[in-house]
């Protein structure tokens, strides 16, 4: 009976703590993610308007660079502004760059989250003559520019002898015009006087060359 009972405990100290050798590993339990609720405005320059429609890419950088930081960009989310110009997120992870786009506006984007300003797309009608006397190899250049920012258009119009252009401005800006043939110099760079655009209008300009 005694032997019995010796049995009877090694049997259950066996089933109680024998692992075949291998440790128990203690479960951790999951900490919850805390995730921001974050809103995008999109509005137009100057009015502040809500832009309904604009389509907001949010990316991450998929190749890395020391000198321009990222040559890649790879867009993991695509949302669409309300009738408030807003778009409603989750703080995804890793957003390294944001871009805005309406087939009204010119683009803009940012790093990470913000909100946005997009200017409003506007057009130039210029119409040119040809008065002076040009090499066959000469071309004439024209570029639009805002003083305040980046952004410009440059334009090879060739030789044209009497036409009409349509270029592209921008909307509540300064819109500075200059042209010249062939290479940008002092003495080659001819200013036209500056025009400034509400929302989406278009401008007229007459200049000779």
Not at 148 to 153: A, D, F, Q, V
Request: aromatic share 12%.
């Amino acid at each position: 009976m005694k032997s019995c009972y010796i049995c009877m405990f090694l049997a259950i100290t066996c089933a109680l703590g024998c692992t075949n050798g291998d440790p128990v590993t203690p479960i951790t339990p999951a900490i919850p993610i805390t995730r921001t609720r974050i809103t995008i405005h999109v509005l137009e320059k100057n009015t502040n308007n809500p832009i309904a429609g604009a389509t907001v890419y949010m990316q991450k950088c998929t190749e890395p660079d020391l000198v321009v930081e990222c040559l890649t960009y790879s867009t993991f989310s695509t949302l669409t502004t309300d009738s408030s110009g807003q778009v409603t997120v989750f703080s995804p992870p890793g957003v390294d760059r944001t871009i805005v786009e309406h087939q009204k506006y010119w683009t803009a984007e940012s790093s990470g989250f913000g909100d946005f300003t997009l200017t409003p797309k506007c057009t130039l009608k210029a119409s040119i003559k040809r008065v002076k006397a040009h090499l066959p190899s000469d071309v004439l250049n024209i570029t639009i520019a805002d003083p305040n920012c980046c952004w410009l258009r440059d334009y090879r119009i060739g030789l044209p002898i009497d036409t009409v252009v349509f270029l592209d401005a921008q909307g509540y800006t300064d819109n500075h015009v200059f042209w010249y043939i062939n290479f940008l110099s002092t003495d080659t760079l001819h200013y036209l006087p500056p025009f400034y655009l509400i929302a989406f209008d278009t401008a007229k300009v007459d200049f000779e060359y």
